[in-house]
């Protein structure tokens, strides 16, 4: 076959594999966490620039121009052919992996990000030294753009805490009041000085020579007295020798992060301020990550289902779609079931990788059926084993690991491909028939 003609064959499944890719993981931008939205955003972009690479580089590549004998393209469509036994095969796995999804909890704890009890200990002991944490008492942390905007809602977390229970949380807005505060007030000051300033430093000084003091003993009072209002920030309160209490309640960094220390009787946050405010200890931290995991398990059938509208789309057939989709939902339901019989949660690491396996199960589906429909030699099989043991050996092999997001992300690849494949590969053909 020509170059032309290899790419005739390829280029349609291989957009069709593009478009799902990318719509697969483009349903990845709408999680909650950032570094999956990052790997949604790469992806899509790797995705893109390996379709026109495919398609406007590589047959320009030494040895593209060998030729190679294949069976000659019909000149015509070619019968569809039947499915037989499609549906049963894919509401099933379709069931299953549901199923399993429902039935699996989301969970990550810190040590599956690789710390050891040790160090969680240690880091929780300097967390109570650094605070006095004594008899149970809690650390929250506000963050904002600026030290103002973090002040701002420590100072409204502790006000609302102390609300419920009053004394049962302190924080540096206490002596820091917002800035929009500090303005009303010394507007108030300033108009309050105008009207009834002079008239006050008059009876003092007179109450004050009366009492026998010289003319000019109170100058520097009149001179603060009659003064604008200053506005008060972190380091006017680290000039009056309070440092080590702003260093305590303030914490600088590319965002700035304000501390509220609540005693152990202290109610939880209102929903409205827990979004702005982290707990800081480990149990709050495994709290808040599978609260946020627990979101992502949406993501999971938005983008089987994302999937499956492209492959509708692309093939016009219900039938041949389904066909399409089986070895995406086996490798989904291979990865669920081995979560489900290992007793572990999903994880963040289920929570990217699972994804991959979809779209790349559906792509391995992709090239069966446009191949089996076409009666087309696209050379399926040979790809989808090249394909397959390639990304095995690249992510996979993460399975080796010892952190275990690697391992994890290594597992859920490597069981999910190796599931999808033979799916692919020998069981997607015995569902097509000419006859």
């Known amino acids: 076959a020509s170059k032309a003609e290899a790419l005739g064959r390829i280029a349609r499944p291989l957009l069709m594999s593009a478009l799902l890719c990318a719509a697969g993981f483009g349903v990845l931008m709408f999680s909650s966490i950032p570094a999956i939205r990052q790997l949604a955003f790469f992806s899509g972009l790797a995705i893109v620039a390996g379709y026109f690479w495919a398609l406007a580089v590589l047959p320009h590549c030494p040895a593209m121009d060998t030729p190679r004998k294949v069976a ?189 220390v609540a005693e152990a009787n202290a109610p939880e946050p209102p929903p409205g301020l827990a979004e702005r405010a982290v707990e800081v200890s480990a149990a709050a931290l495994e709290k808040n990550l599978s609260g946020s995991l627990a979101k992502e398990k949406r993501l999971l059938p938005l983008c089987a289902f994302t999937s499956l509208a492209v492959l509708l789309w692309a093939f016009g057939s219900a039938g041949l779609a389904a066909l399409a989709f089986i070895p995406a939902l086996g490798g989904l339901a291979a990865v669920l079931l081995t979560q489900w019989l290992l007793g572990r949660p999903l994880g963040l690491a289920e929570a990217a990788a699972l994804p991959l396996v979809i779209c790349l199960g559906a792509d391995y589906g992709i090239v069966v059926v446009n191949e089996l429909r076409d009666n087309a030699d696209l050379g399926a099989p040979q790809a989808i084993f090249v394909s397959g043991l390639s990304t095995i050996a690249g992510i996979g092999i993460l399975i080796l690991a010892e952190h275990p997001v690697l391992h994890a992300l290594g597992r859920t690849v490597f069981i999910g491909l190796a599931a999808a494949m033979p799916m692919a590969i020998v069981l997607l053909p015995k569902f097509f028939s000419r006859r």
């Not at 102390?162 to 108009?191: D, H, K």
């Not at 920030?233 to 304000?258: H, I, M, T």
């Open 72 to 260: 000659a393209a019909p000149a015509r469509p070619v019968s569809r052919g039947k499915l037989r036994g499609v549906w049963p095969v894919f509401l099933g796995l379709a069931a299953l992996a549901a199923l399993l999804v429902a039935a699996l909890p989301t969970g990550l704890s810190v040590r599956a990000l690789g710390l050891s009890r040790a160090d969680i200990l240690s880091d929780q002991k300097s967390i109570e030294e650094t605070w006095h944490l004594e008899g149970g008492r809690r650390v929250y942390l506000t963050q904002g753009e600026t030290a103002a905007e973090a002040l701002e809602a420590a100072g409204q977390l502790a006000g609302a805490l102390n609300e419920a229970r009053p004394g049962s949380a302190s924080s540096l807005a206490g002596l820091l009041l917002p800035l929009e505060i500090q303005r009303a007030n010394a507007e108030a000051w300033r108009s309050f000085i105008a009207a009834e300033g002079p008239a006050m430093y008059g009876n003092f000084n007179d109450a004050a020579r009366n009492s026998g003091f010289a003319a000019e003993a109170f100058a520097p009072f009149g001179r603060w007295f009659f003064a604008d209002g200053k506005l008060i920030g972190p380091e006017d309160l680290r000039q009056a020798g309070l440092g080590p209490l702003v260093d305590n309640f303030l914490v600088d960094g590319e965002k700035k992060l304000a501390v509220v």
